[in-house]
């Protein structure tokens, strides 16, 4: 069994495809345009752009220059539009040329620096409808009706601060909002919704969606969607399994003390591979097909859990997330959000791409 890795993230491109046609049904005639930032959510830009792309995709928004500059190389595909939610800063006009990318505008100073720049920089504007983080306030969204013929806005847009929860007065609020400052801008296409704001009915969609987490198989509202198929999958291998007597304690801080005889495994897949420490006694895993916890607290390179009557062996894996538990299972079990979960992901495991 030497040769098998320790720790192994499965990435299912038929899944990930799935997603995307499910995201492109629900959106309608609204383009389906793939968030790729943070590598992808953790899975890999360089293998996730090009997959989308091959099925179609031909807007891509990242938060970084950087990670446009990356893409474009990546991609080939000099016509696909880039987006990038940073903004454009100072001196940065130039990369945005030679790389063929395209700022959002998020505030008067980035406009200004736009449109006393070169003209072939098309660009976003993002007006902020309450989440207060970036964004042109709506009060200065008019000043983007005296812009200069010579520079092409393609796109306003804005983004929901409680996508997650459907129900919440918010998004209504922003909806309109969007709406009142926006309607005026005729023949700009124009896009609010995320993940979320695409399972949330037409008045969300305008012309352009752009899905981040669902892509990659989180649910839009927490908790796994049936519209959805897992996209990750992370699993790791039995190194050791040991009886405990009742008494006996587990891990640093002995934080788990056996309250009869069990029996335990230890896992290869630690904090240090993303694992978060936050699930010490908190998460489970998936083995020989029954769900059993982690015990006492998750150290850098191991993790401990009961499989007490479940004769498993050295070698044997353990579910991390995949079909079950959940991204969203394990997130909630760790009092946070997949999205965590998927961009903390480690880079010591082993990555395959199943294809298609
Ligand atoms: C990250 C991000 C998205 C994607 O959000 P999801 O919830 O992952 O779908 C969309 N728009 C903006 C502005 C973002 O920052």
Redesign the pocket.
């Known amino acids: 069994m030497s040769d098998l890795p320790t720790a192994t993230l499965e990435i299912d491109l038929a899944a990930l495809l799935h997603n995307y046609r499910a995201l492109k049904a629900l959106a309608g005639r609204a383009e389906v345009a793939p968030?790729v930032?943070a590598d992808a959510?953790g899975l890999g830009m360089a293998e996730i752009a090009p997959f989308l792309h091959s099925h179609g995709a031909r807007t891509f928004?990242v938060?970084r220059l950087e990670e446009g500059i990356d893409l474009r190389r990546i991609l080939r595909d000099t016509s696909a539009d880039i987006y990038v939610?940073d903004g454009l800063r100072k001196g940065q006009n130039a990369l945005f040329v030679a790389h063929n990318l395209r700022p959002v505008l998020n505030s008067l100073d980035d406009y200004a620096r736009w449109i006393t720049g070169p003209s072939e920089v098309v660009a976003a504007a993002?007006i902020d409808t309450g989440m207060n983080r970036l964004g042109l306030r709506p009060d200065q969204v008019s000043q983007l009706k005296s812009k200069p013929n010579t520079h092409r806005l393609s796109l306003i847009?804005s983004?929901l601060a409680c996508?997650d929860q459907p129900d919440h007065p918010m998004n209504a609020d922003q909806l309109h909002l969007f709406h009142h400052h926006t309607d005026g801008f005729i023949g700009t296409p124009k896009s609010l919704a995320?993940?979320?704001g695409t399972f949330m009915g037409r008045d969300y969609h305008f012309d352009l969606v752009?899905?981040?987490?669902?892509l990659y198989g989180g649910g839009?509202f927490g908790e796994s969607h049936p519209d959805l198929r897992p996209v990750a999958h992370l699993s790791a291998r039995v190194l050791q399994v040991r009886d405990l007597k009742a008494g006996d304690s587990v891990g640093y801080g002995a934080q788990f003390t056996a309250p009869s005889d069990m029996t335990i495994a230890t896992i290869g897949i630690g904090y240090a591979d993303g694992l978060l420490r936050a699930l010490s006694g908190r998460g489970h895993v998936t083995i020989r097909g029954r769900r059993r916890p982690i015990l006492g607290r998750i150290s850098m390179d191991v993790t401990s859990i009961d499989v007490t009557g479940l004769n498993v062996q050295t070698g044997d894996k353990a579910v991390l997330f995949g079909d079950s538990p959940t991204l969203d299972e394990q997130a909630t079990a760790a009092q946070t959000i997949s999205?965590e979960l998927l961009t903390r992901l480690g880079s010591r495991f082993e990555r395959t791409y199943k294809r298609i």
């Open positions: 968030v930032k959510y928004f938060a939610f993002q847009m983004h996508g995320n993940s979320a752009r899905p981040g987490i669902s839009p999205y």
